[in-house]
């Protein structure tokens, strides 16, 4: 009587480890399944070919049309170039770049993973990034830096130009002025 009990216990302990085992061993392929599975599922931004767009109409095009934005964009490669109004590193090893075209249009928010100092506000940047739409900001993420420029002073070098233009002729009407009196 003993015995049985003691062999029941026994078998019973066995079954226990077993199923155990065999927990682990299913547990341990579905990991590995899922991780092949991801890994493939990863892109690498770098090697993809872009639908390069000016900010402004990516940003215009989603405020407009969103629905239509969506099917053309989402989950496609995208890559611009327009001024970081905003650089932040958070604490999960990523860095957010915003591009702001106007008070008008959304922000467009790029996520680029890991921390990236060389970037700073007001630099012009050329990202490219996968679109994952519009919710308050339009975003990119697994983007990368394709190229920067820091930024020299001046925002709009063309403005600049103007300004030294109207400058000249202010000084010429002035110079005209002075010889026309004479």
């Given at each position: 009587?003993?015995?049985s009990t003691i062999?029941?216990?026994?078998s019973?302990?066995?079954k226990i480890?077993f199923?155990?085992?065999l927990?682990l ?9 899922l991780?092949v ?5 990863e892109?690498n ?5 872009a639908?390069r ?7 215009a ?8 934005a969506?099917?053309?964009y ?6 611009l170039t327009?001024i970081a109004t905003?650089?932040?590193?958070d604490q999960?090893?990523q860095?957010?770049i915003?591009?702001?075209?106007n008070d ?9 993973d890991?921390?990236?100092?060389s970037?700073?506000?007001l ?7 996968i679109?994952t739409?519009l919710?308050?900001t339009?975003?990119l ?5 394709v190229n ?5 002073g001046?925002?709009?070098p ?13 000084t010429k ?10």
């Amino acid at each position: 009587n003993a015995c049985s009990t003691i062999c029941a216990v026994i078998s019973m302990k066995k079954k226990i480890i077993f199923i155990g085992i065999l927990l682990l061993i299913v547990s341990l392929v579905g990991f590995l399944v899922l991780k092949v599975l991801y890994k493939k599922a990863e892109r690498n931004v770098a090697t993809e070919n872009a639908i390069r767009i000016d900010p402004s109409n990516f940003a215009a095009l989603f405020k407009n049309f969103e629905d239509s934005a969506n099917k053309i964009y989402i989950n496609k490669t995208i890559e611009l170039t327009g001024i970081a109004t905003s650089v932040t590193n958070d604490q999960t090893s990523q860095t957010d770049i915003t591009i702001k075209i106007n008070d008008s249009l959304p922000l467009i928010n790029c996520t680029i993973d890991g921390l990236y100092k060389s970037i700073n506000q007001l630099d012009t940047v050329t990202i490219k990034g996968i679109c994952t739409g519009l919710l308050t900001t339009i975003n990119l993420k697994n983007c990368i830096v394709v190229n920067s420029k820091k930024y020299s002073g001046t925002l709009y070098p063309l403005e600049t130009e103007k300004k030294a233009v109207k400058q000249s002729d202010t000084t010429k009407n002035k110079k005209h002025k002075d010889h026309s009196v004479q």
